[in-house]
């Protein structure tokens, strides 16, 4: 099984390399939006299918091949990769090889068990989602593994909000006629109060669901709902080329602009774009690449200035 690919422009993520550590198609959900398709192991117990030793000689090797651009490593999965028991040893592993951040996304269903949470504390971003503001509703659109709550995943949310370790982006995804009314918009928002997330990732359907009956909602809808849950929140269901190009070409002309006028560092340069020190690193990388901003070190210290 190929467990290393991209790098690919991802809607959230920049360029990420993806690396995939659970077997297709193992969750403990079958959502009703899914891209892959129906899950055909629903389960919760821990899976080592995927030795660790494999997906990090295949991440070397692809490292080694080629000079990589890459903004983050993504350790995700073919369904739900914290039910992988040995998750926080890859993490740890890959950023001994990686200079980017590693993010992990999940389904959040398990992060209310101490060992899961643990598992992921090793990483720099996750990813966790929240599809449903009621018990209902989580039986409608995530149809869980049937030992798993609403409770637990909320607690599981909040638990994980409340550590020290990563940062946390949540994902909402709203469907059509299911989760989406004035109440249960109202009822995200005091969920999302409590688990804190730093962004808040709004999207709908944008590829085919696995049931037809997954309706995406109107742009216009999807306005009205980042502007009710403020500056946090951002629509991500835009197409991740278009995006991720558009947002990054115009970060890196913004670059060439500042250090033409006067010599930066990447802090200065972050401070600037108002991104965190991980995001504009890449961006520094990948313009040195393209030989439109060099590289100086002045009192032991780097700075950026323009050709
Ligand atoms: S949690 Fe993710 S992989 Fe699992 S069924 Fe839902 S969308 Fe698909």
Known sequence: MKTIFGPVPSRRLGFSLGVDIIPYKTCSFDCIYCELGKTDSKTIEPVEVIHPETVLTE???????????????????SGEPTLHPLLGVIIQEIKKMVSVPVALLTNGSLLFKDEVLERVQAADVVLPSLDA??????????????????????????KLGKSKGPRIWLEVLLLRGINDTPKQIETFGQYIKKIN????????????????????????????????????????????????????????????????RRPCTAEDIAQCLGLSIEETVPLINRLIQAKKITHELFNRQGFYRGI
């Open 59 to 77: 991440l070397e090797r692809v490292l080694s091949a080629s000079p990589l651009t890459l903004d983050f490593v993504t350790v995700s999965g």
């Open 133 to 158: 503001p009621d018990r209902d509703v989580f039986q409608t659109v995530n149809r869980p593994h049937p030992s798993l709550t609403f409770d637990q995943l909320i607690d599981g949310l909040i």
């Open 197 to 260: 997330p730093e962004k808040i990732h709004l999207n709908t359907v944008i590829r085919p669901p696995v049931e037809n009956y997954a309706a995406p909602l109107s742009d216009e809808r999807m306005n009205e709902i980042q502007k009710n849950w403020g500056p946090r929140a951002e629509i991500i269901s835009v197409p991740a080329q278009d995006k991720v190009q558009s947002k990054s070409g115009l970060q890196e002309s913004k670059i060439c602009d500042l250090v033409a």
